[in-house]
């Protein structure tokens, strides 16, 4: 059978594209199960514990302060990766910054980490914009490998005790995610 140039390109370009649409979404490496109910990937922690590399992990602040996950021991921590080109991550945004004033005087401590090593002025500039009153860093390659995101944004609620709650990839939407911060906010430690 004779391929001609113009149907081998195409052919090329559609196994590619297949390749890169269907394979990926076979493979699920994430440490925290997935729950496919409503928009994004949400999952269900089922108490799974934070393990140490993350909790230990050594990160920076904007500001330049060295701090890590376990200083938060005791607060319900909203762990968000985002980046400053992500179109659902400035949509969520203000859903965020309201939630963590809203529910900083009852344990809620929001740490948004930059999972794309974007500059300083970069960053600085998003918060600036979206007047961002939460810590601010980075993410390491601790963290990232723990969470192992599958797109952005992607939010991750930590207890009081250092247990995963929930966690979604993708747009959080609103009442599902003050849902789950009143959720672990209530649980007794």
Not at 28 to 46: C, F, L, M
Not at 51 to 68: Q, T, Y
Not at 157 to 167: N, V, Y
């Amino acid at each position: 059978m004779k391929i001609f140039p113009r149907t081998a390109q195409f052919l090329l370009l559609f196994l590619t594209a297949f390749a890169l649409l269907i394979l990926p979404s076979c493979k699920n490496t994430s440490t925290v199960k997935t729950d496919k109910t409503g928009a994004g990937a949400q999952k269900s922690a089922d108490s799974q514990v934070v393990p140490p590399e993350m909790l230990e992990a050594e990160l920076m602040s904007v500001d330049g302060r060295k701090f890590k996950l376990s200083d938060y021991k005791g607060k319900v921590v909203l762990v968000n990766l985002w980046a400053t080109w992500c179109g659902y991550c400035k949509q969520e945004m203000p859903d965020l910054v309201e939630f963590s004033q809203q529910y900083k005087e009852r344990g809620l401590e929001v740490i948004g980490l930059n999972a794309d090593n974007e500059s300083l002025p970069l960053v600085e500039g998003f918060i600036k914009q979206y007047e961002v009153p939460y810590l601010i860093s980075w993410t390491n390659d601790d963290v990232y490998s723990v969470l192992q995101p599958k797109g952005l944004p992607a939010s991750y609620l930590i207890t009081r005790d250092g247990k995963f709650h929930w966690a979604i990839n993708g747009l959080a939407p609103r009442e599902r995610l003050k849902l789950k911060i009143e959720e672990a906010l209530n649980l007794q430690s």
